[in-house]
């Protein structure tokens, strides 16, 4: 027998962008129920840095300081280094502002904070375990119709599609993903327990070196550390199958030439192989249907600009939704937000993306270039140059003055 359900807003997706929606939502007594295809949070290396300007939105939302008490705060900025000794090549500070450093914590955290928040209220509901199999709108009544895994269908009158990079919601709905690939490599993710801070590492780290290159983090307040490493696509069979066995052989050779210290000993806790990707929907809307996070945009992880933008996605669409539901403003709000949000991602996450990934990963002449000139200026403490590249990061929210 079908399980048949209904609420104003159905959100697809309990990752940070899907919850912290309907947190938004849920403080503006919006009755909201969420699907997730996963049986419980997702625990894979993912994004794990939070920002001033997304701090904001924490705080905004009344859930700051249990992040700041999960997470740790990086008060040593991000230092560049050589690959193995682990020399410094340059350093950007933190600051002296506490306020504007950034927090360190796995996403998964993030959600399990943002979760337990919502227990709190009687009209949210989340659903592990139901993946999204079809959808259908109707103009006639303004709903969206959806059916799960489980025999469950549910119908709503907006639906919010935060169901990651893969989206189902997305590609039910027809709308495209517009960019590019980056083809000469594959990204490794690790997190791995390992004394990196006893070695004089600071929380944010970028190793570059001739040809190997890795951003390495300290995951939380714990002794874990994020390595993110890139393994050139010459390297790789595209015909073989991923086999998580052998990436952790291989990443123990990766660790050495990256990491100072007996490498050996270090616990590789999870581990994952994916392709970075810049993509972004060629619309953020479909009838009632609307899209943020990974959803609606892809980007490389390096420079944190990919959960940071989601995030701020998720900040936009729940005011929006706000001001329809609950102070009947009218439904072209939501075509605002769909632009709005569509060209930040194009304008400012992308190119800066680009930008950081180049600026790390680049060997041709004219990246090598780059990266020497930027960690001259780091080293010299060019404000006006580094003011410039910090200028992206304001621009990344919509929601600043709210």
């Known amino acids: 027998?079908?399980?048949?359900?209904?609420?104003?807003?159905?959100?697809?997706?309990?990752?940070?962008?899907?919850?912290?929606?309907?947190?938004?939502?849920?403080?503006?007594?919006?009755?909201?129920?969420?699907?997730?295809?996963?049986?419980?949070?997702?625990?894979?290396?993912?994004?794990?840095?939070?920002?001033d300007i997304t701090q904001d939105e924490f705080r905004k939302a009344g859930i700051l300081d249990e992040i700041k008490e999960a997470g740790l705060l990086n008060d040593q900025g991000l230092k560049w280094r050589r690959p193995q000794d682990g020399g410094e090549l340059a350093g950007l500070p933190s600051g002296p502002d506490p306020s504007h450093w950034p927090i360190q914590l796995g996403q998964h955290a993030v959600g399990e904070i943002i979760l337990k928040r919502l227990?709190?209220?009687?009209?949210?509901h989340v659903h592990f375990g139901h993946k999204l199999e079809s959808l259908e709108q109707s103009d006639a009544d303004g709903t969206v119709l959806t059916r799960y895994t489980g025999d469950r269908e549910h119908t709503s009158q907006y639906l919010v599609g935060a169901d990651g990079g893969k989206s189902?919601?997305?590609?039910?709905?027809?709308?495209?993903?517009?960019?590019?690939?980056?083809?000469?490599f594959q990204m490794v993710a690790l997190n791995i327990e390992y004394d990196l801070a006893a070695l004089g590492w600071a929380p944010g780290n970028a190793v570059v070196g001739d040809d190997i290159w890795a951003v390495v983090a300290r995951i939380g307040k714990d002794n874990l550390w994020r390595v993110a490493y890139g393994i050139p696509t010459s390297e790789l069979d595209p015909e073989e199958p991923y086999d998580?066995?052998?990436?952790?052989?291989?990443?123990?050779?990766?660790?050495?030439?990256?990491?100072?210290?007996?490498?050996?000993?270090?616990?590789?806790?999870?581990?994952?192989?994916?392709?970075?990707?810049q993509l972004c929907a060629d619309t953020y809307l479909k009838g009632r249907v609307?899209?943020?996070g990974d959803a609606a945009h892809v980007t490389s992880p390096v420079g944190g600009l990919?959960?940071?933008?989601?995030?701020?996605?998720?900040?936009?669409?729940?005011?929006?939704?706000?001001?329809?539901?609950?102070?009947?403003?009218?439904?072209?709000?939501?075509?605002?937000?769909?632009?709005?949000?569509?060209?930040?991602?194009?304008n400012v996450t992308n190119p800066a993306a680009i930008f950081h990934t180049r600026l790390l990963t680049g060997k041709d002449a004219e990246s090598v270039a780059t990266r020497e000139e930027f960690l001259e200026?780091?080293?010299?403490?060019?404000?006006?140059?580094?003011k410039k590249l910090g200028e992206s990061f304001s621009k990344l929210t919509s929601t600043r003055n709210e």
């Open 377 to 386: 200026k780091v080293n010299q403490r060019d404000f006006g140059y580094l």
């Open 119 to 124: 227990a709190q209220f009687p009209k949210v």
């Open 1 to 51: 027998m079908t399980d048949k359900t209904s609420s104003t807003v159905c959100v697809v997706g309990a990752g940070p962008v899907g919850l912290f929606t309907t947190l938004l939502l849920a403080q503006a007594g919006i009755d909201v129920v969420v699907f997730e295809a996963e049986d419980a949070i997702v625990k894979s290396p993912r994004a794990m840095g939070y920002f």
């Open 290 to 292: 609307v899209l943020a």
């Open 244 to 277: 998580e066995a052998r990436e952790r052989t291989r990443a123990r050779g990766k660790l050495a030439k990256l990491l100072p210290g007996p490498t050996d000993e270090a616990r590789i806790d999870r581990i994952s192989l994916y392709r970075l990707r």
């Open 306 to 346: 990919g959960l940071t933008t989601g995030l701020l996605d998720a900040a936009l669409l729940g005011r929006t939704l706000k001001k329809i539901i609950v102070e009947t403003e009218p439904l072209e709000l939501l075509k605002s937000y769909a632009e709005t949000r569509r060209d930040v991602f194009q």
């Open 168 to 184: 189902t919601a997305r590609k039910l709905t027809g709308i495209q993903l517009e960019g590019f690939t980056w083809e000469d």
